[in-house]
Structure formats: C-alpha cells, structure tokens
C-alpha cells in the first residue's frame, strides 16, 4: 500500500470551527486538507442565529457580506418572556466591539459559504471520510476513517479536530465525552409566524429551566423555534424534550403559530457545557464543539468555534515555525484561549452550576423576573443585562463588584419597582421561597445530590474569585 501524502494540517470537520481553521491555515500558505463525513451542503441542527460576534468573526474571515447578502433582516431587538409572562425587551448594547445586530441563517447555506471560504483560500475538502481514530507517529498524525466501506489513512503534521460534540478525535486523544452538564435541544422550522415585536424571542419557564425556548423570526415570517435545556447526571430529565417542545408550542406559541405552517420534521441536537481534559495534545488541536466550547449561558457556539479556530490556527503556527508540534509548543492554543475567554466561559459556566438544580429553579426564576424588571426604567442596565445574557459584553462583568456598581441604576424608582408585585407575580414569588424548603427537603431526602452541586458551586465560585484575585494583582506586580 502506497504511503497517505503528508500535509501540514488535517482538519476533521467542515462545520464553522473546522472551515474557519482551515481559513485562517490555509490563506497563511498552509497545505490543509478538511474532512467532513457528509458532502456539503449538509443540514446541521441549531437555531441559525449568527450573534454580533459570529458577524465579527465571519467580517476577520473575509466572508460576512457574501452571509449578509443571503440574510433576510438584521435583527436588533429581542423580548424576554418569563413563565409566559414578557419580562424585558431589549437590543444589543451599542459601542462595544461588535456590530449591534443578530441575523438569521440556516446552516446548510451557513456552513456552505464557510467551506466555499475554506477552499477559496487554498485549502483542499474531501466528503465522506468518517475518522475513527488518531494516532501520533514519529514526524507526523494518522488519521484512521472509514469510507465507502473501505478503511483510509490521512497523514498531516498537526490534526485539527473540530467534529463536534461527539468528537473521534478528542476521543482518541483520551477525553470522555458526556460526562458533565450537557443540553438537549430540538427545533424546527415554521412558515407564516405572526411575530408581534422583536424578532428573537427568548422563552424561559419553570418546567424546562435551566434551558429556554426561543423563536428567531425573519421578515418573510419564516422563522426556527426551539427549545433547549441542560441536564447533569445528578438531576435526571422530568420529560422526553419533545414532549416539552409541544407543549411550548401549544401553550406559549399558540397565538404566533395561529396560520403558521411547519417545515420538515422536528431535529434534535445536544451540546456539552463542562471542560474536556484536554484541549490539545501532541500535533493535535480541538476546536469548537469538539472542546465543548459553547457559551453555557445562552449555548451559541457558531461564533466560539470561529474564534477557537484563530487561536488554533496561530499556535499551529507557532509549531511550524519552530519545527516542534509538541504539547508544550502547542500549549500556546490553550493559553490564548484562556487568556481570551476563559473567566467568561467560568462565569457562565458558574451561573449553569448554580441554575441546574431543580430544586431553586423558582428562585432562580424568580431573581431573573427581577433583573428583567430593574432593567424596565434604566436603558443602560437593560443594554447590560443583554449584552452580559448574549455575552456581545465580558460575562465576567456580571460578577465584577465595580462593573456592577456602575451597570445598576442609581435611580431609587427603578429599585422600588422591584419590590412592587404585580398581579400574577406573588405565584412566582411564593413558588421561589417554596423552592428552599423544597431544596432543604431534597437534602434531607437524598443528601448527596446536593452535596455534590454545593460542593461544585462552591469550587467554581472560588476558582473564578482566585482568578479575579489575581487579575488585579497582575497590573500591580507589572
Ligand atoms: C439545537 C441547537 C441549536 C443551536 N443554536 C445555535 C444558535 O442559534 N447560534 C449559535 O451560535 N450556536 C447554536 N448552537 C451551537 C452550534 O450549533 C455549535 O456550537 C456549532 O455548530 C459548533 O460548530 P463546530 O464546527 O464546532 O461543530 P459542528 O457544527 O457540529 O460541525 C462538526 C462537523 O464535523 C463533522 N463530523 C462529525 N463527526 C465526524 C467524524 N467522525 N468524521 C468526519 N466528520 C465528522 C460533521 O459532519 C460536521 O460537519 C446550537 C446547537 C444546538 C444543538
């Protein structure tokens, strides 16, 4: 058997992470070749929504008009619904580093344009591969597939594996998949929707926190709703997340979905939201999904695959450059990661921890409906909450002391509002204080659920306040 040609870089997986990888390689001059198990264009579960960060990566991408220009509408507002009931409506802060709008795009023509992006840089696609495995060699990385029946081997210098949330190659570099919080999500896609104000919708309710429905609408009506919610193994599922889904059409979309007509079945699709060992190992990267590097506070993931692309690709970079393709030239990937995004993917990943225990859902509940009514007289903490819930702003500002200080309204009647209880609220409120005696019944019940997410909640808060600790040390000991 003829030896497999030796290239610069595999990458496995031409969704978002792996095409913007393969961009950003392959326009630096680099011989890389993408595998996909499917042909492109392929279907891909999700809810299409490009948030203002995937525009700014797809913008560093060279490819954001060709997006735009198969768009239907920007998208700058969003509504907040709680227990059925609308809590806050509110756009994407303005000033930041991003654009102020979301749009809707469905991940066939999506990821297509990326991959179309990919080549047009140089970079090479074969569809049909599935890789099984990884395996590290002297002076190179096979990767084992299977095709058409037949067994392939494919030879680069450093693997890229960006195939997602069931990752074979961060499987073969010795993660476990499935073994922290992970989300289950459905969706589907509906023609002639009777969407009264903001575009995107936001559902959240007591019988799938942590988790939320939503409805992301274009002009024409068409729009992709579904519903998601995080399950750990300490706290098994109440429910099939259909049987959730058609509830949430039935009960909180009648009226939208009055006329509409659905399109194709209903999909599923899950995420994982706890850190895998490893990032990265010898000659191997993991990007994206593969990594499990979604926001756990709102799940997106298009713009986090990108942007794990780019620093994949600049210590892939680095490795060439120094002719070493070890973990500790490599150790660069996880470090700019880090450095980036690491104290908001704690922080989001904190505010889940403490969210999944069903016990406190009410409560829980109940604070965000607060939140959502302090923002309802101050547009400046209502453009925080937003941006800290879509994370176009630092998530680590939501546990900032200062940054806290200066977000909340200094307006004394925007605080009273607060205490004041509409009709139809006390409900919420006396299902919150029940949730304690609940949590404290759960405890006695069968204690070591609950000892065990104490004792998580309590490790993540102190991890993230030591790092808060020393990033303001740092500029002192400069
Ligand atoms: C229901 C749902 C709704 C979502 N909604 C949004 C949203 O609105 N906005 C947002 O930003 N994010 C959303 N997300 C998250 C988002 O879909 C992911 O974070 C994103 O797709 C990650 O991109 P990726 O390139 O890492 O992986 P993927 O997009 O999953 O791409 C992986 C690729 O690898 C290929 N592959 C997999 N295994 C193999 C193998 N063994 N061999 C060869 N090829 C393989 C697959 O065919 C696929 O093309 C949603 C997720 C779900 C489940």
């Keep these: 058997m003829n030896a497999a040609a030796l290239h610069d870089v595999i990458v496995v997986g031409a969704g978002p992470g792996g095409a913007a990888a393969a961009s950003f390689l392959a326009g630096r001059g680099m011989d890389v070749l993408v595998l996909d198990k499917a042909d492109f264009p392929r279907e891909k579960v999700c809810g299409d929504g490009l948030t203002p960060q995937a525009i700014a990566w797809l913008d560093r991408l060279g490819c954001a008009e060709e997006v735009l220009a198969e768009t239907k509408g920007c998208i700058k507002a969003c509504d907040l619904y709680i227990n059925g009931r609308k809590t806050l409506s509110a756009g994407f802060p303005q000033r930041t580093l991003y654009p102020d709008f979301a749009v809707l795009l469905d991940r066939r023509r999506f990821d297509h344009i990326l991959l179309r992006n990919a080549l047009a840089n140089g970079a090479q696609f074969r569809a049909g591969p599935v890789v099984r495995g990884v395996s590290r060699e002297r002076g190179y990385a096979s990767v084992f597939a299977r095709s058409g029946g037949k067994s392939e081997e494919f030879r680069g210098r450093i693997v890229i594996g960006a195939d997602g949330v069931s990752s074979a190659v961060s499987r073969a570099i010795g993660n476990r998949l499935k073994t922290g919080v992970m989300a289950v999500s459905v969706r589907a896609y509906f023609t002639g929707v009777k969407c009264e104000g903001a575009p995107i919708k936001v559902y959240f309710d007591r019988s799938y926190f942590p988790g939320y429905g939503w409805l992301f609408a274009d002009e024409t009506g068409f729009a992709n709703i579904g519903l998601g919610y995080a399950l750990d193994p300490a706290f098994p599922l109440p429910e099939a997340p259909g049987a959730t889904f058609r509830r949430f059409l039935r009960r909180e979309l009648a009226e939208v979905l009055s006329g509409a007509e659905r399109l194709g079945a209903v999909a599923g699709g899950s995420s994982a939201f706890f850190r895998p060992d490893k990032i990265f190992d010898e000659r191997v990267m993991l990007v994206g999904d593969a990594a499990n590097q979604a926001d756990p506070l709102n799940g997106g993931g298009i713009h986090k695959a990108m942007e794990s692309a780019f620093y994949a690709a600049r210590a892939a970079e680095a490795a060439f450059a120094a002719g070493d393709f070890s973990r500790r030239t490599l150790a660069l990937y996880r470090r700019l990661w880090e450095s980036e995004t690491g104290a908001d993917w704690q922080t989001a990943e904190l505010f889940l921890t403490i969210a999944k225990n069903p016990a406190i859902r009410d409560f829980c509940l109940l604070v965000l409906e607060r939140i959502g009514r302090l923002t309802a007289g101050d547009a400046g903490f209502r453009a925080f909450a937003a941006g800290v819930f879509s994370g176009v702003l630092a998530q680590r500002l939501a546990v900032s ?34 949730s304690f005696t609940r949590a404290g019944g759960a405890a006695l019940c069968d204690p070591m659920p609950q000892l065990g997410w104490g004792f998580e909640v309590a490790s993540k808060a102190l991890r993230l306040a030591e790092r808060e600790v020393a990033a303001m040390a740092a500029p002192a000991r400069a």
């Design 401 to 434: 002391p200062a940054a806290l200080r200066r977000a909340f309204p200094k307006d004394l009647g925007a605080w009273q509002a607060v205490l004041r209880w509409h009709e139809g609220e006390r409900g919420l409120a006396r299902r919150a204080a029940e």
